[in-house]
C-alpha cells in the first residue's frame, strides 16, 4: 500500500498541487472535502491511478468515500488490485 501512497501523493504534488516539498500533503489531509482537489482533477488522478496500477474504476466510486485522503486512496486501490 505504501507504493500505492506514495504514487498518489507525487502524482499530486507534482500534476495538481504544485507542492515542491509535499508540507501541506499528509496521508489524512482531505483532498474532496476540503477542495483541494476538484472534479475535474479528480477524474485526472483515477486516470492516473487505473494506468498505473493496471485496474479500472466504476463510475460509483469516483467518491470522496474512497478518494478523499491519500490513506483511503491507498487502501482502496489496494483492495482493487488484490481483488
Do not use: W
Request: proline fraction near 2%.
Amino acid at each position: 500500500m505504501d507504493e500505492i501512497k506514495d504514487a498518489t501523493r507525487n502524482y499530486l504534488k507534482e500534476h495538481v498541487l504544485n507542492l515542491a516539498d509535499g508540507g501541506a500533503l499528509n496521508d489524512d489531509t482531505p483532498l474532496i472535502s476540503s477542495g483541494l482537489v476538484d472534479s475535474i482533477t479528480t477524474l485526472h488522478m483515477v486516470e492516473f491511478l487505473e494506468q498505473k496500477f493496471k485496474i479500472e474504476f466504476e463510475p460509483h466510486e469516483v467518491d470522496k468515500e474512497h478518494l478523499d485522503t491519500i490513506d483511503k486512496i491507498g487502501s482502496f486501490v489496494s483492495s482493487k488490485i488484490t481483488g
